[in-house]
């Protein structure tokens, strides 16, 4: 069985723009796209739109469940997946951060969690392929977005029951198969597993992935990016970015590195070290700053540009673009900066017992 193949000449199969993905990130630094909710934001959309005609009779409010647009709004995804390439992104997200059925839950709608997957899969699909048709010189990749849903694996809700979970391992397993089934029948080039608070549920999700890569009888590259939580350098969960890698390094991922949470100033610390360990490509899309007290980011694109340029003079970074509060100006003033440089080159990583807790643990020889 194959993926869902692009029309555009010299990319016509899954295998060449896979190819033609691990070439690039040998040549360039590669640019990933920005936020997708402040764009949304700005079409300051109402319920009925929201609903659409499908679910105009639906027994729950729907506003703000932007993963819906792609069902009942595609135009505007389309069109904010064009904003950013037009901007100079390499590689467009999907609009399906919150499309498995444990998020979807929260709306009635976790039956349309595969239909989400699928369809922002192919409308990026059809607007990466609508921009390497215009310059097959430069190729454009879709990477399908799975988040972290709305559950925790590894804490408990209740401070008197440390043993309660409101998801199990089981849960998250099959609504994360189901994501990357829907993504993959869309047509992404990447499967990108982001924001990753709770470093169980991303095994859940590697899991997932591993069991329908096996069923497809072929595999995709993977992205997988953390997020630490607070200038500790640790996730939700408790780990330090290098037991983080540690637990994750087994997937083999195309990058591994950090988003969301942090401004470029703060992140850069916690990329740096990602670098030194990961013998892998490194991706980076921090916010634009900290939240202000109105709960917005102040970070211009020149600042970004500025930040994000030094990180690639240092080479530290394979990948690069924009989280919460970044738009299409900053990610055309990242790729301004990134333009020309080269890319870090992964370290070569001494085989030995590598193992994490809540810190790294190193058996040397």
Same mark, same amino acid.
């Given at each position: 069985?194959?993926?869902?193949?692009?029309?555009?000449?010299?990319?016509?199969?899954?295998?060449?723009?896979?190819?033609?993905?691990?070439?690039?990130?040998?040549?360039?630094?590669?640019?990933?796209?920005?936020?997708?909710?402040?764009?949304?934001?700005?079409?300051?959309?109402?319920?009925?739109?929201?609903?659409?005609?499908?679910?105009?009779?639906?027994?729950?409010?729907?506003?703000?469940?932007?993963?819906?647009?792609?069902?009942?709004?595609?135009?505007?995804?389309?069109?904010?997946?064009?904003?950013?390439? %037009?901007?100079?992104?390499?590689? *467009?997200? =999907?609009?399906?951060?919150?499309?498995?059925?444990? #998020?979807? +839950?929260?709306? @009635? /709608?976790?039956?349309?969690?595969?239909?989400?997957?699928?369809?922002?899969?192919?409308?990026?699909?059809?607007?990466?392929?609508?921009?390497?048709?215009?310059?097959?010189?430069?190729?454009?990749?879709?990477?399908?977005?799975?988040?972290?849903?709305?559950?925790?694996?590894?804490?408990?809700?209740?401070? %008197?029951?440390?043993?309660?979970? *409101?998801? =199990?391992?089981?849960?998250?397993?099959?609504?994360? #198969?189901? +994501?990357?089934? @829907? /993504?993959?029948?869309?047509?992404?080039?990447?499967?990108?597993?982001?924001?990753?608070?709770?470093?169980?549920?991303?095994?859940?999700?590697?899991?997932?992935?591993?069991?329908?890569?096996?069923?497809?009888?072929?595999?995709?590259?993977?992205?997988?990016?953390?997020?630490?939580?607070?200038?500790?350098?640790?996730?939700?969960?408790?780990? *330090?970015?290098?037991?983080?890698?540690?637990?994750?390094?087994? #997937?083999?991922?195309?990058?591994?590195?950090?988003?969301?949470?942090?401004?470029?100033?703060?992140?850069?610390?916690?990329?740096?070290?990602?670098?030194?360990?990961?013998?892998?490509?490194?991706?980076?899309?921090?916010?634009?700053?900290?939240?202000?007290?109105?709960?917005?980011?102040?970070?211009?694109?020149?600042?970004?540009?500025?930040?994000?340029?030094?990180?690639?003079?240092?080479?530290?970074?394979?990948?690069?673009?924009?989280?919460?509060?970044?738009?299409?100006?900053?990610?055309?003033?990242?790729?301004?900066?990134?333009?020309?440089?080269?890319?870090?080159?992964?370290?070569?990583?001494?085989?030995?017992?590598?193992?994490?807790?809540?810190?790294?643990?190193?058996?040397?020889?």
């Amino acid at each position: 069985m194959t993926a869902p193949a692009t029309t555009t000449p010299g990319f016509t199969t899954r295998e060449e723009r896979t190819a033609a993905l691990y070439q690039a990130m040998r040549e360039r630094i590669l640019v990933l796209d920005g936020s997708w909710g402040v764009l949304i934001q700005g079409y300051e959309l109402t319920e009925r739109d929201y609903r659409g005609e499908r679910f105009a009779d639906w027994g729950q409010d729907l506003k703000g469940n932007n993963d819906l647009l792609i069902l009942t709004q595609p135009d505007i995804v389309r069109g904010i997946h064009r904003e950013y390439l %037009d901007a100079g992104a390499d590689i *467009t997200s =999907t609009n399906t951060f919150a499309s498995t059925s444990i #998020a979807q +839950a929260d709306y @009635g /709608l976790e039956a349309c969690a595969e239909e989400l997957h699928r369809e922002g899969a192919r409308l990026g699909r059809e607007i990466a392929d609508e921009f390497t048709a215009r310059d097959p010189s430069r190729p454009r990749w879709v990477a399908g977005s799975i988040g972290p849903t709305n559950r925790t694996a590894s804490l408990s809700p209740d401070a %008197d029951d440390p043993g309660a979970r *409101t998801v =199990t391992f089981d849960e998250l397993r099959a609504t994360y #198969a189901e +994501a990357t089934r @829907g /993504l993959i029948d869309g047509g992404a080039d990447i499967l990108l597993v982001e924001t990753i608070f709770d470093t169980l549920n991303a095994k859940a999700a590697i899991f997932a992935i591993d069991e329908v890569f096996e069923e497809r009888g072929y595999t995709l590259p993977i992205m997988i990016s953390g997020s630490v939580v607070d200038l500790s350098g640790r996730n939700l969960s408790g780990q *330090t970015v290098e037991a983080f890698w540690n637990s994750m390094r087994h #997937a083999k991922p195309i990058a591994i590195g950090l988003n969301c949470s942090l401004g470029p100033s703060q992140m850069r610390e916690y990329i740096a070290e990602l670098s030194r360990v990961a013998d892998t490509g490194i991706s980076a899309y921090p916010n634009a700053g900290l939240p202000n007290e109105f709960g917005g980011y102040d970070e211009t694109p020149d600042d970004m540009g500025t930040k994000l340029g030094e990180w690639a003079r240092a080479g530290i970074i394979n990948i690069v673009g924009g989280c919460c509060g970044s738009k299409p100006p900053h990610i055309r003033a990242i790729a301004d900066a990134v333009r020309g440089l080269p890319p870090r080159v992964p370290p070569h990583v001494e085989p030995r017992l590598r193992l994490a807790g809540l810190e790294p643990f190193e058996v040397a020889r």
